[in-house]
């Protein structure tokens, strides 16, 4: 099971990091993923790791402004953003693949938690 945490209410070009802490199994059986939903949209990838945390991608829209990264000792995994915009506002979810298929679809992923929200506003 994931637990987000770390969303809130930032202006304009602001920086938020996002935590997306692990309970239960060994938290390096699984690749994690970023995805996030905004109000009546479907819930889209932003970013994922690999087990080991040594592979990285990110969509490509969101590419040089999120950052992706995952520490297995606690176990935990992040969501760096920085110059955060209007269209960042969402909630963010982390979800896990056992399978580790690098993939970009979220009914690929489970154990998703409550989420946690992000507004971005001037």
């Known amino acids: 099971q994931l637990a987000e945490s770390g969303g809130g209410s930032v202006q304009i070009g602001g920086s938020l990091r996002l935590s997306c802490a692990a309970s239960g199994r060994t938290f390096d059986d699984y690749a994690i993923a970023w995805f996030r939903q905004a109000p009546g949209s479907e819930r889209k990838f932003v970013a994922a790791v690999s087990r080991s945390g040594s592979g990285t991608e990110v969509a490509d829209s969101l590419k040089g402004r999120f950052i992706i990264s995952r520490d297995n000792a606690k176990n935990t995994a992040y969501l760096e953003m920085r110059d955060l915009n209007s269209a960042d506002t969402a909630v963010y979810f982390c979800?896990?693949?056992?399978?580790?298929?690098?993939?970009?679809?979220?009914?690929?992923?489970?154990?998703w938690g409550q989420g946690t929200s992000v507004t971005v506003s001037s």
């Open positions: 979800g896990a693949d056992y399978a580790s298929r690098g993939s970009r679809d979220p009914l690929h992923y489970t154990g």
